[in-house]
């Protein structure tokens, strides 16, 4: 007939049955519902709001001391990864000169309120100076991104997280003492 075997199978060795079950009975409804249960609103809210503030004020220590020293683990999630610390690294081994705007935006605008009022002119040319800071900044900004895409897939390929080359770009633009998580490569070095 179709589909019977002409031969007989193989004769089957004993073994020992296999392990039924999960080795202890199953609570009862009641039982895992009781298990499960907790008070919504504690009875000592004085000290679970002081646990609470303790448990937050330690783990914001361990992030910043993270930030400090530049540790994978207990760093944010947006400047976790690989791809991340190596732009960080590609950002603060360069000289940018958005870490310079801010000091050269206020001392052109003291400059520029200084000298108005001695002649007219010298403000024209302040503010002609901070309209060409603002457009170094822009220029360098757009080298800054062509150099991170070249050097990024060079090395990551295609599995760069989003945003990896503009964390880059915005953190050229602050300055290097002021940059979280802290600098780990001195000017001039070659990235990790």
């Given at each position: ?107 052109l ?14 403000g ?20 800054l ?48």
């Open positions: 007939m179709l589909g019977r075997r002409k031969t007989s199978p193989p004769p089957v060795e004993e073994t020992a049955p296999p392990a039924v079950g999960k080795g202890r009975p199953t609570p009862r409804r009641h039982e895992a519902e009781a298990a499960r249960r907790r008070p919504l609103v504690v009875t000592d809210r004085r000290a679970a709001a002081k646990a609470s503030r303790e448990r937050l004020r330690s783990e914001r220590l361990r992030t910043r001391s993270a930030m400090e020293t530049g540790d994978e683990r207990y760093l944010p999630a947006r400047d976790k990864g690989p791809a991340r610390r190596y732009t960080r690294d590609l950002v603060d081994a360069r000289r940018n000169v958005g870490e310079y705007l801010l000091f050269a935006a206020l001392g605008v003291v400059l520029q309120f200084a000298l108005q009022s001695v002649n007219t002119l010298w024209l040319y302040s503010t002609l100076a901070l309209w060409f800071v603002v457009l170094a900044v822009v220029v360098d900004s757009f080298l991104n062509r150099h991170l895409k070249k050097r990024l897939s060079a090395r990551f390929g295609d599995d760069l997280p989003a945003g990896t080359v503009r964390y880059g770009v915005l953190r050229a633009l602050q300055i290097r003492r002021s940059r979280l998580p802290k600098p780990q490569v001195r000017h001039g070095e070659q990235p990790r």
